[in-house]
């Protein structure tokens, strides 16, 4: 069997089991996937294929192409489920681990260094975390990694006319999926890399492909031409300009402090957090030896990957709204220059001190401390109250934390808010024995083996996660109580006019078939607007608020309903109130 082969069947079955482990048996996870959930649940074939909607009202904030693919999932896995709506992201995780092996191997040709790079991909933490869930931005990635392998086949291996036609067109798909980041991140960093070089204008016509450009403005020419021809002038501009142009002028959303990314990227690319600073001081101390070239016949490839990660880190700390997820298109070049260092570290301790590489007893330790990650966030779970009571005595009241605690338990529920102190108590230790695991190694100069040390305990610790905790912490049975509920409302009175004031979720109609008018709590103004609107109209009235937002609404009048249940979701309690008869 072909040993490429086998890697990346090695690669898909980790991936398998780290994207989907527990996924069949968790409910909606967040605002994100209750909304994207419900877009594609509302598409028909038609008109409404490429307008999008939401609720009823017309949904302009993303291109359809992501949409499509959950829908087909939805046909496949047999209805609407937060499963099905993951498996279109999971795919492309899996797709981007197998991706991040061809760069590596293409820039390096060694099968270990790209068998490690992409299992560093894999357990960064918000790159799992997003490839787990319902999210757009993987997908977007799928893209542009694809559009990375293609020129870093055109630049080091000569590649033809095929590369050209693919790079562009990979980048095409990757608009379509989220707008101009695919493109930003696709030939950014590699014009900051050309530019590195000095080679701008000699190479970047080599990049150039009149078929491969024609093929990116036809392969969004599918969507963009029906949403102006079909679609209202407003919500054809709203997609087209605002957000895109319009999110960089006139943010409204995600505005974060142009240092942000300083504070949140640390741990959310972790392993590869240190070895980057590693390579960069390793690089800077010995920029003046082997004629400027510390990595030798590598050196042009780390450069590229140097520039893909760092321009994708700065460009988006200029961009006004901030996620931690938008870094994601440059976690490739990070995790692929992490696998090479470690390699490179290694090597030159091999050449320096004439040792063995490492044998297969350094590789027997790691396999038997992969089962304690599990072990301890069993144990983190059965006392989490314990764990709670001691981790609140360190967070004062008011703080910062105290507030994202609050709002985690506001979301999720008192189970996951014990489940986050539980993660961070389980972190920390895994984090102090691998630490210091890594140190014997490194004392011992067994580099690979430490940092493979490190990537497997992190592995099993997800496992542990995503396999145990997660699917029974984010259950979905009271949304659909309260979908089951309202549909029972809507069975007496089919005209019935569902209204919801409350926090960015839940959506209550994920599950069954109708459509609501929805108010988050910084619409309380619109809100009352609204309701005074449609009060006079002759068509009852299912109005659902958030009992602890009703001090926002002083100012509505609420004699005509009546209250009729009480419905807990997610750490909430909601209160539905049906109106009176009308004259």
């Given at each position: 069997m072909n040993q490429h082969f086998k890697s990346l069947l090695l690669l898909a079955v980790a991936g398998l089991i780290l994207f989907f482990i527990g996924s069949p048996w968790t409910g909606f996870q967040g605002t994100d996937e209750l909304r994207y959930g419900q877009i594609a649940k509302e598409l028909e074939p038609g008109r409404d294929l490429f307008l999008l909607h939401f609720n009823g009202e017309r949904y302009s904030d993303k291109p359809p192409l992501y949409f499509w693919t959950v829908g087909l999932s939805y046909e496949i896995f047999g209805g609407v489920s937060a499963f099905a709506l993951r498996v279109p992201g999971s795919l492309s995780a899996i797709m981007c681990a197998l991706l991040t092996y061809g760069i590596a191997w293409s820039l390096f040709k060694r099968r270990d260094v790209a068998i490690l790079a992409a299992l560093t991909l894999m357990v960064m933490g918000r790159f799992v975390w997003i490839g787990r869930w319902g999210r757009l931005d993987i997908m977007m990635c799928m893209f542009v990694y694809a559009a990375m392998l293609c020129f870093v086949r055109i630049y080091f291996h000569k590649a033809g006319g095929?590369?050209?036609?693919?790079?562009?067109?990979?980048?095409?798909?990757?608009?379509?999926?989220?707008?101009?980041?695919a493109l930003v991140a696709g030939i950014g960093g590699v014009a900051v890399f050309l530019l590195w070089q000095r080679e701008f204008k000699a190479r970047a016509r080599e990049l150039w492909s009149w078929s491969g450009f024609a093929a990116m403005i036809l392969v969004n020419a599918v969507w963009i031409l029906p949403i102006v021809l079909l679609g209202d002038s407003a919500s054809s501009q709203d997609m087209i300009v605002e957000q895109n142009l319009g999110r960089v002028i006139r943010p409204d959303r995600h505005v974060e402090p142009i240092w942000y990314y300083l504070e949140s990227t640390w741990h959310n690319i972790f392993p590869a957090t240190l070895f980057l600073i590693a390579g960069g001081v390793y690089w800077f101390r010995r920029r003046k030896t082997d004629g400027g070239r510390p990595f030798g016949d590598f050196h042009a490839a780390c450069r590229f990957l140097i520039a893909w990660a760092l321009f994708t880190f700065f460009f988006f700390s200029l961009y006004p709204p901030k996620r931690p997820q938008y870094l994601l298109p440059g976690f490739g070049g990070a995790a692929i220059f992490t696998a090479f260092f470690v390699d490179f570290l290694s090597k030159r301790y091999e050449e320096k001190h004439g040792d063995a590489m490492p044998n297969s007893k350094y590789y027997l330790l790691p396999g038997i401390l992969s089962i304690i990650p599990p072990i301890l966030v069993g144990l983190a779970v059965i006392w989490h109250e314990q764990i709670f009571s001691l981790a609140s005595r360190f967070i004062s009241a008011g703080s910062e934390a105290a507030e994202k605690l609050a709002e985690t338990q506001a979301e999720y529920g008192s189970e996951a808010l014990?489940?986050?102190?539980?993660?961070?108590?389980?972190?920390?230790?895994?984090?102090?024995?691998?630490?210091?695991?890594?140190?014997?190694?490194?004392?011992?100069?067994?580099?690979?083996?430490?940092?493979?040390?490190?990537?497997?305990?992190?592995?099993?610790?997800?496992?542990?996660?995503?396999?145990?905790?997660?699917?029974?912490?984010?259950?979905?049975?009271?949304?659909?109580?309260?979908?089951?509920?309202?549909?029972?409302?809507l069975k007496e009175q089919p005209d019935l006019r569902v209204i919801v004031f409350g926090d960015d979720k839940p959506y209550f109609n994920v599950y069954e078939e109708f459509l609501i008018t929805y108010f988050d709590r910084r619409e309380d103004d619109e809100f009352v607007a609204y309701m005074e609107k449609v009060m006079p109209q002759e068509r009852p009235i299912l109005l659902i608020i958030r009992q602890d937002y009703l001090g926002r609404i002083d100012e509505f009048d609420l004699s005509p309903f009546e209250p009729t249940v009480d419905m807990p979701i997610r750490g909430d309690t909601f209160t539905f109130y049906r109106q009176r008869a009308l004259d």
């Open positions: 095929w590369a050209k036609f693919w790079y562009w067109t990979f980048l095409g798909l990757g608009f379509a999926i989220k707008g101009p980041a014990h489940l986050h102190i539980a993660v961070q108590v389980v972190g920390t230790l895994l984090a102090l024995g691998a630490g210091a695991f890594m140190v014997r190694l490194l004392l011992r100069r067994r580099i690979v083996a430490a940092y493979g040390t490190l990537v497997g305990i992190v592995f099993a610790g997800y496992l542990a996660l995503f396999g145990w905790i997660i699917p029974p912490t984010l259950q979905d049975d009271e949304i659909k109580d309260a979908d089951h509920r309202v549909a029972e409302f």
